[in-house]
């Protein structure tokens, strides 16, 4: 389960990459014992900010460069065609992650498990929530504090 929730708590942040990365390499260093057993926190630690160092630098790197020459070419159809597909991509790509988070928080063991009835319904409430924002008038962060109180209110009790 850690793994679900590191990929969740990548995905609910601005860069979701490098929160995933970072958290892979704390799992990475607690499963390969870097130092001796009495240092296994900082061989977590040391993990997580090594694999950290060599994502984010170049991640920078490209956009920065990479964003001016997008700019460049917006008029250009030879490349806003091929960026209109990489959008396309990362929408299958989002809900790739949407189906993957659906099954594995509503059927946390198998698919012929039990099935997670609280975890439905508060699902079902902040989608009600979201997609009429208009009839509620409450932003997303507030939908988002409501559903995890009643989260943790469910996991407590």
Not at 12 to 27: E, H, K, Q, S
Not at 32 to 47: H, I, K, Q
């Amino acid at each position: 389960m850690q793994m679900i929730d590191g990929l969740a708590l990548g995905e609910t942040t601005p860069g979701p990459l490098i929160m995933v990365v970072t958290f892979i390499g704390f799992i990475g260093g607690y499963t390969n014992a870097l130092f001796s057993s009495e240092l296994t926190f900082l061989a977590r630690v040391t993990a997580a900010i090594v694999v950290t160092w060599f994502a984010l630098p170049p991640s920078f790197f490209f956009v920065l460069t990479g964003g001016l020459l997008v700019k460049t070419t917006h008029g250009n159809l030879k490349f806003t065609a091929p960026l209109t597909t990489i959008i396309a991509a990362v929408v299958g790509v989002i809900f790739n992650l949407v189906m993957f988070f659906t099954y594995h928080v509503l059927w946390p063991g198998s698919f012929f498990s039990s099935f997670e009835w609280p975890a439905t319904l508060i699902a079902l409430a902040a989608s009600i929530a979201l997609f009429s924002l208009f009839y509620f008038k409450r932003n997303v962060i507030y939908v988002i504090t409501i559903c995890t109180v009643i989260g943790l209110i469910y996991s407590v009790f």
